[in-house]
């Protein structure tokens, strides 16, 4: 690996990294994200608190200015595959994990679906979409257990292609397959480091956060929490 490669994983890092969800919240309505509905900082809380326009915008930016956007310069200096694989990892993990706000920052989907894009993965953001999108947002309206189910698919998709004949996924793309599933994974589980609720058992806690995303297994307990909800809230 180059001087160029490492600086490219860490400039896409830094831009995963850039909170913006957090940054509008403050600008627009003055508050802290991280204290609201799920806390996360991402277009999905963003669109719950802060309106459809500010949510979209939100969501747009972290698909394609740091997922996409990331992965084609990398490709346009010629880095080789394995580098624009990290790249994509990095910028999911920057997202997930902002330098900028103490390591708290959003679930990384949005994100994760264009470095997916960046890597015209087109099957396996097809099969994402229908059970995020599809099933999760428009039939069951909650898209928490179809994330986690389309995190276990995006792997099997990219093996499964490869194997028909439908596209080639080298090892290093679906080796990132697999990498963006246990990444946003491990965001369910540590959250925004927020402390576990005393009301259940940490094994309680960690079962809905891995199967729901949240730490209560009643979705509206944790999406309309406010500052002075009983449940403990990020803080910066």
């Known amino acids: 690996m180059t001087v160029t490669d490492g600086v490219l994983i860490v400039a896409a890092y830094l831009l995963g990294g850039i909170p913006t969800a957090y940054l509008v919240a403050r600008f627009v309505a003055g508050i802290d994200i991280r204290s609201y509905g799920s806390g996360n900082v991402g277009a999905s809380n963003a669109l719950a608190h802060l309106g459809a326009k500010a949510g979209v915008a939100i969501g747009l930016f972290d698909l394609i200015g740091k997922g996409i956007l990331p992965v084609f310069l990398a490709r346009a200096l010629d880095a080789g595959l394995g580098v624009q694989v990290a790249v994509g990892l990095a910028a999911v993990a920057g997202h997930n994990w902002s330098p900028f706000i103490r390591f708290t920052g959003g679930r990384g989907v949005g994100t994760a679906g264009g470095v997916m894009l960046g890597f015209a993965l087109w099957y ?89 995303d949240r730490d209560v297994p009643k979705r509206e307990d944790w999406t309309d929490r406010t500052p002075t909800a009983d449940i403990s809230e990020a803080s910066d």
């Open 124 to 212: 396996e953001a097809l099969i994402a979409t229908i059970l995020i999108a599809g099933i999760g947002r428009f039939v069951l309206k909650d898209t928490s257990l179809l994330t986690l189910v389309a995190l276990i698919a995006l792997p099997i998709t990219a093996i499964a292609v490869s194997v028909t004949g439908l596209a080639g996924r080298p090892t290093e793309v679906v080796l990132m397959c697999m990498l963006i599933g246990v990444l946003l994974a491990a965001k369910r589980l540590t959250a925004n480091w927020e402390r576990l609720s005393v009301e259940q058992s940490v094994l309680q806690t960690l079962i809905c956060r891995i199967l729901w």
